[in-house]
C-alpha cells in the first residue's frame, strides 16, 4: 500500500518543529501554534482549513508530534485520489477473496493509522457515499475490512485538511452536513502567507540557513531579494517561498538574488471567507477582476476548468489571464 508518510520521514521531523518555532513570528503564528498543542493533547478530530502551499500538512504532522500517539504511525491518505470500487478496501482494508485480485488479506489505511492519527487529506474530495460509510465507522467506533465479518475497533485520531471551505463545501453539495460536524470538533485555520507580514523572510533565512548547512556554504540574500520578499504576496504560500529560495540558492554564487514579481500590497485587501470575496470599494476594476479570478480558481482547488466554467470564459482566456498575473501586469485589459 502506498505509503507518502514514510518517504517524507526524514525531511518531516525538521518542519514540523518548523512550525512550532515561531519566535520573532507573526501573533497569528504563535496563536497557530499554541493550538496545536491544545489540540495535541486531546483525541478530539481536527479540521485544519487554509490555502494551498500554506502548512495544512505540516499542522497535522506538528499536532501528531506533540500528542501521546507520536509513536504510533501517521498515516496520509488523499481522499481525492480515492474513489470507486476500490475505495473501501483502500481505507478500510479486505479479506483474501474478497474480489478478483484479492490473494491476501490486507489493512487499509484506518487499520495502518490504529494507534496513531489518520490524516484525511482534501477530505471536502471524498466521496459521498464514502462519507456515509466513514461517519458511521466514526461514529459506532468500530469497522469491517470488506469481505469480512470481524468487527475491528476504530483507534485513529483524525486530522482533515482542505483548502476548501467547510461551510461552503457543505453548500455547494460536497460535503455532508453530518460528516463535517463530526470531523470539525477543533478548527484550525493556517493563514495564508500574505497575511502574516514579517514571516516570510524569517521562513526564508530558515530555507537558506539549512540549504547553507547541508551543503556547506555561506550565502547570504541580496538585499534585494530580501526587500522583494517581503513586498511578494505568495500566492502559493511557504511551498512557493521555499522553492524560491531552492532556486535562488542554486543559480547563486555567493548572494541570492531572484525577482519576484511584486504587486504592491494595498492594492490586495481583498479577503475570501464562507465562500464569499469582499473587497473595498474603491478597488481598480483590473484589481477586482483579478482578485475574483485568482479567488474562484481557489475556490475550485486549482481546477482551471471548472473555474473557467464557472467564470463563464473560455479556458484559453483564464490561460491568457493567469498568464498576465504571473507577469505581474494586474490590470492589464488584455486576453
Ligand atoms: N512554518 C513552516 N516552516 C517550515 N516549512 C513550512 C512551514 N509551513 C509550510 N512549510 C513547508 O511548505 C510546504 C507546503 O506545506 P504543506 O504541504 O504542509 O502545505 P499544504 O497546506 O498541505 O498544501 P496543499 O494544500 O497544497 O496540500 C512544505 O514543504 C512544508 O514543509
Ligand atoms: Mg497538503
Same mark, same amino acid.
Not at 233 to 236: F, T
Given at each position: 500500500m502506498p505509503n507518502r508518510t514514510m518517504a517524507q520521514r526524514g525531511d518531516t521531523l525538521a518542519c514540523t518543529e518548523g512550525i512550532l !518555532?515561531?519566535?520573532? /513570528?507573526?501573533p497569528v503564528m504563535r496563536k497557530l501554534a499554541s493550538q496545536i498543542q491544545l489540540a495535541a493533547a486531546t483525541d478530539a478530530s481536527v479540521f485544519v482549513v487554509g490555502e494551498?502551499?500554506?502548512?495544512k500538512e505540516l499542522v497535522a504532522r506538528a499536532i501528531h508530534a506533540a500528542?501521546?500517539?507520536?509513536?504510533q504511525p501517521f498515516v496520509a491518505v488523499n481522499c481525492g485520489a480515492i474513489s470507486g470500487s476500490l475505495a473501501h478496501a483502500e481505507l478500510f482494508g479486505h479479506e483474501k477473496g474478497s474480489f478478483t485480485g484479492a490473494v491476501t488479506q490486507s489493512a487499509g489505511y484506518f487499520e495502518s493509522a490504529s494507534g496513531g492519527t489518520l490524516f484525511l487529506d !482534501?477530505?471536502?474530495? /471524498?466521496p459521498p457515499d464514502m462519507q456515509v460509510h466513514f461517519l458511521r465507522v466514526l461514529e459506532t467506533g468500530t469497522y469491517q475490512r470488506v469481505g469480512g465479518s470481524d468487527l475491528l475497533r476504530a483507534n485513529a485520531r483524525i486530522i482533515c485538511a482542505s483548502n476548501r471551505d467547510p461551510a461552503a463545501s457543505v453548500a455547494d453539495g460536497r460535503l455532508r452536513q453530518d460528516f463535517l460536524h463530526r470531523l470539525l470538533v477543533i478548527p484550525l485555520r493556517v493563514p495564508?502567507?500574505?497575511?502574516?507580514?514579517?514571516d516570510a523572510v524569517i521562513l526564508a533565512q530558515r530555507f537558506l540557513d539549512a540549504l547553507n548547512e547541508r551543503h556547506q556554504t555561506r550565502k547570504v540574500f541580496s538585499r534585494r531579494m530580501l526587500d522583494a520578499m517581503a513586498r511578494y504576496?505568495?500566492?502559493?504560500n511557504v511551498r512557493e517561498l521555499r522553492n524560491a529560495v531552492q532556486r535562488a540558492y542554486i543559480l547563486a554564487d555567493a548572494e541570492l538574488n531572484l525577482e519576484l514579481a511584486a504587486r504592491p500590497r494595498a492594492a490586495r485587501q481583498a479577503e475570501v471567507r464562507d465562500g464569499q470575496l469582499s473587497l473595498p470599494l474603491g478597488t481598480p476594476l483590473g484589481d477586482a477582476q483579478r482578485e475574483f479570478i485568482l479567488a474562484t480558481l481557489a475556490h475550485y482547488a486549482g481546477d482551471k476548468r471548472l473555474a473557467a466554467e464557472s467564470l463563464g470564459v473560455s479556458l484559453k482566456t483564464l490561460y491568457n489571464r493567469l498568464d498576465v498575473y504571473e507577469k505581474g501586469d494586474p490590470g492589464a485589459p488584455r486576453g
Open positions: !518555532e515561531t519566535a520573532g /513570528m507573526s494551498s502551499g500554506a502548512g500528542s501521546d500517539r507520536k509513536d !482534501e477530505v471536502t474530495e /471524498m495564508p502567507l500574505r497575511e502574516r507580514e514579517a504576496d505568495w500566492p502559493g
